[in-house]
């Protein structure tokens, strides 16, 4: 049977930011209603140990994030959580099972204009920082920042709240389990991809094998770059994962990765792909 390292499902496409290196189509599919996420997990549980909570959106935006984390505990799964900050308002539950990994974006908390408000929210993150590294909590915590030359303050910030040399050329350990973690820059394809026609390039994609991704509204896409929905490969709602993996696009897609080709136009520009061009050259 199909195992995969970790599953994206998406419980909402809202995060109340407006980062200028995100796609601006949030808000349009809403919250995945809980029958539709329990569903979605009873299929899931088969094939994966590891759901991440994250396409778009932000999970803890989510007012019953409990009761999604209290399905994922009843279905035996770990979750990831990727967040903002800015909704961290109450942390111990993020300390516990089934919570295995919180990802902050730091990027996201630097695009907020207000000043002030930006310094309660990177208080609030590092309070939960500091409560972890002191806890005996399994949970990690990344602190994610991009390579961008214009994060300079942002490790400003962060020199001073740990009182330890932090740069952009490595990852960070700052406590137990507590990292933050340097990321290339990503840029989203979406604008470009609708103009190619194609197809059958060289390239290679973990997508499919390793993990795929299920928006708010249970449509199947084959990773969490896909956040427009272009390559809907069935909806959970009523495909099982067996019949959607079944299906000709989908064999399609994992064949040609597997051979180093590229079947669908929309993964032709994909910067995230391109970071493995070098195996196929
Ligand atoms: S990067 Fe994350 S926090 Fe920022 S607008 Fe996009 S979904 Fe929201
Ligand atoms: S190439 Fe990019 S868009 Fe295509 S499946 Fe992989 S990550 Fe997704």
């Known amino acids: ?3 995969f390292q970790k599953i994206y499902i998406e419980i909402s496409d809202i995060c109340g930011l407006d980062c200028s290196f995100c796609p601006s189509m949030k808000n349009t ?3 995945m209603p809980l029958w539709l996420f329990q569903k979605a997990l009873k299929d899931c549980s088969s094939y994966t140990k590891l759901i991440a909570l994250h ?3 932000d999970p803890l935006k989510m007012p019953n994030i409990r009761e999604y984390l209290a399905i994922a505990t009843n279905y035996n799964l770990n ?3 990727t967040t903002s900050g800015v909704y961290l308002n109450e942390f111990e539950f993020l300390l516990k099972s089934p919570i295995r990994q919180v990802n902050i974006s730091l990027d996201a908390v630097m695009e907020i204009k207000s000043s002030h408000l930006r310094k309660q929210i990177f208080r609030k993150i590092f309070d939960f920082c500091r409560t972890r590294m002191e806890s005996q909590s399994e949970v990690f915590i990344n602190l994610r920042i991009q390579k961008r ?3 300079k303050e942002l490790l400003n ?4 709240e740990f009182k330890m040399p932090i740069s952009l050329d490595s990852n960070t350990r700052i406590g137990k389990k507590t990292i933050i973690v340097v990321r290339e820059p990503f840029l989203w394809n979406l604008e470009s991809a609708k103009s190619h026609h194609i197809k059958h390039t060289k390239g290679f994609c973990y997508a499919l094998q390793t993990h795929f991704g299920i928006l708010a509204n249970g449509d199947v896409v ?4 896909d956040v427009g929905g272009n390559i809907i490969l069935g909806n959970i709602a009523k495909d099982s994962i067996a019949t959607i993996f079944n299906s000709n696009r ?3 897609m994992i064949k040609g990765f597997k051979s180093g080709i590229i079947v669908e136009s929309f993964c032709i520009d994909c910067s995230f792909r391109k970071q493995f061009d070098w195996f196929i050259v």
Do not use: D, F, H, Y
């Open 157 to 160: 910030i962060l020199q001073e």
């Open 29 to 31: 599919r809403g919250k």
């Open 79 to 81: 979750v990831e959580i």
């Open 250 to 252: 989908t064999k399609s």
């Open 1 to 3: 049977m199909m195992k």
């Open 149 to 151: 030359a214009q994060n």
């Open 222 to 225: 084959p990773c969490c770059i």
């Open 55 to 57: 396409i778009l959106g």
